[in-house]
C-alpha cells in the first residue's frame, strides 16, 4: 500500500503532537484545574424565596427564655406566626435549632420562606415555627450571622452535643410552656416537628428520642452525630432500644467533615460516615426514615436547596379531603380572617 509523501507528514506531524499533549498532561509542572467547589451544583429554588400572592408570616421576637436546667444561662427565641394561624385552631409546631441561622433572610434556609409558601399551597399544615438559639450567660455574645453559630463563646457545644436528655428539657419544660401562653399550639406530638444542622441536627433528633411523646419528626442537616461530647453512640442506641414512634429525615454530603486531621483518621469523627452508620441502624429497626447523601462540605448549602422537600416528606400525612365539590380544599390558604397578625 502506498502512501503519498504529504499524508505521511501529516501523521509524523500529528504524531509528534500527540506525544507532546501527552507529556504535557503528565507533566508536573503543568498547571492542573482546581477541583469544583463541591458546594457548587446546590442553589435556592422558588420555594426558598417570597411569591407574589402568598400572604407572609410574622416573625415576633426576639424574646429571652431564662433556663434552670443550666443555672445561669438563657435562650433566645423568635416564633414565626404564618397568615394563616388562627388562635381557635391548634396549630402544628417546628422547632429549629441555631434559630438566626434558619430565619436568617440571606442564607441558605430562609425557613419563613419556605413555611409561608408550603402553608399556603396546603402542602404542610399551618404551623408555628420557632428559632431557637443556643443557650448563653447575660455576659456572652448573642449567635448571629456575623458572630458566629456559638461555638466557644456559648453554651452550644455541651448542650446541643451532650447524649442525653437535658436539651430535650429545655424544650418540653422551658420553652414549649412559654409558647403556650401565647398560641395555641396541637398537643398531638405527631403535630411537632424539631430541626436543625450540624450540632443542631443531633440537638433535634435528641430530643425527640428521649421525648417522642412531645415530638415526632426530625430534620437533620449535617448532624453532628460525631464524637464531639460522645455523640456518636446514637446508632448504637437506635439498634438497642425499642422502636419509637418518630420519623427522621437525614442529610449529610460526602465532602462534609471526614475525621481527618494532620494525616490520622478518627472514625468518630467522621460526619458522614457517622450519619450513614446511624442511617444503616434506623432503617434495620424499621423507621419510618429518610435520606439524601450529597457532595457537599459541612454547612447547609444542600439542606438548603432540599429544604422544602424535607419539610414535604416530613409533614406528609396532613388530612386530606377527596371530595371534588370541597372549594376550600381545592383552594389556596388565605389569610385568617378577623385574626390580628
Not at 506531524?13 to 457548587?40: E, H, I, R
Not at 399550639?185 to 444542622?197: A, H
Not at 450519619?275 to 457537599?296: F, S
Not at 447547609?300 to 371530595?323: C, H, N, Y
Request: proline share 9%; hydrophobic share 35%; aromatic share 10%.
Amino acid at each position: 500500500m502506498r502512501i503519498a509523501v504529504t499524508t505521511l507528514i501529516a501523521l509524523l506531524l500529528a504524531g509528534m503532537t500527540m506525544t507532546v499533549f501527552a507529556q504535557g498532561a503528565s507533566n508536573p509542572t503543568t498547571p492542573q484545574k482546581p477541583a469544583p467547589n463541591p458546594d457548587s451544583q446546590y442553589r435556592l429554588g422558588p420555594d426558598s424565596f417570597p411569591q407574589e400572592g402568598v400572604p407572609k408570616g410574622e416573625i415576633r421576637g426576639p424574646f429571652t427564655l431564662p433556663c434552670n436546667i443550666y443555672p445561669g444561662t438563657q435562650h433566645t427565641y423568635w416564633v414565626y406566626v404564618p397568615a394563616q394561624y388562627d388562635p381557635k385552631i391548634p396549630a402544628a409546631l417546628m422547632v429549629y435549632q441555631d434559630g438566626q441561622a434558619f430565619k436568617d433572610e440571606n442564607a441558605d434556609i430562609r425557613a419563613q420562606n419556605v413555611m409561608d409558601n408550603l402553608i399556603y399551597r396546603r402542602e404542610i399544615p399551618v404551623m408555628i415555627g420557632v428559632f431557637i438559639n443556643p443557650g448563653r450567660t447575660p455576659e456572652q455574645t448573642e449567635p448571629s450571622p456575623k458572630a458566629g453559630w456559638g461555638d466557644g463563646f456559648t453554651n452550644r457545644g455541651v448542650e446541643y452535643n451532650t447524649p442525653d436528655d437535658k436539651y430535650a428539657r429545655i424544650i418540653t419544660e422551658e420553652l414549649l410552656p412559654a409558647l403556650e401562653k401565647d398560641y395555641n399550639i396541637s398537643k398531638d406530638p405527631e403535630q411537632r416537628g424539631i430541626g436543625g444542622s450540624s450540632s443542631g441536627a443531633i440537638a433535634a433528633f435528641m430530643v425527640a428520642w428521649e421525648r417522642p411523646n412531645a415530638f415526632r419528626k426530625v430534620l437533620s442537616n449535617v448532624g453532628s452525630f460525631v464524637d464531639i461530647h460522645g455523640g456518636d453512640v446514637y446508632a448504637e442506641r437506635v439498634l438497642k432500644s425499642k422502636k419509637k414512634p418518630i420519623r427522621i429525615f437525614l442529610c449529610d454530603g460526602r465532602n462534609d467533615n471526614r475525621g481527618l486531621r494532620n494525616g490520622v483518621y478518627n472514625v468518630r469523627r467522621d460526619w458522614f460516615y457517622q450519619n450513614v452508620r446511624l442511617k444503616d441502624a434506623l432503617e434495620k429497626k424499621g423507621y419510618d426514615l429518610n435520606y439524601a447523601w450529597g457532595m457537599n462540605n459541612h454547612g447547609q448549602k444542600f439542606g438548603g436547596a432540599i429544604f422544602p422537600e424535607m419539610m414535604r416528606w416530613l409533614w406528609r400525612d396532613g388530612p386530606v379531603s377527596t371530595d371534588p365539590n370541597d372549594a376550600v380544599e381545592r383552594g389556596f390558604r388565605p389569610p385568617a380572617s378577623g385574626i390580628k397578625q
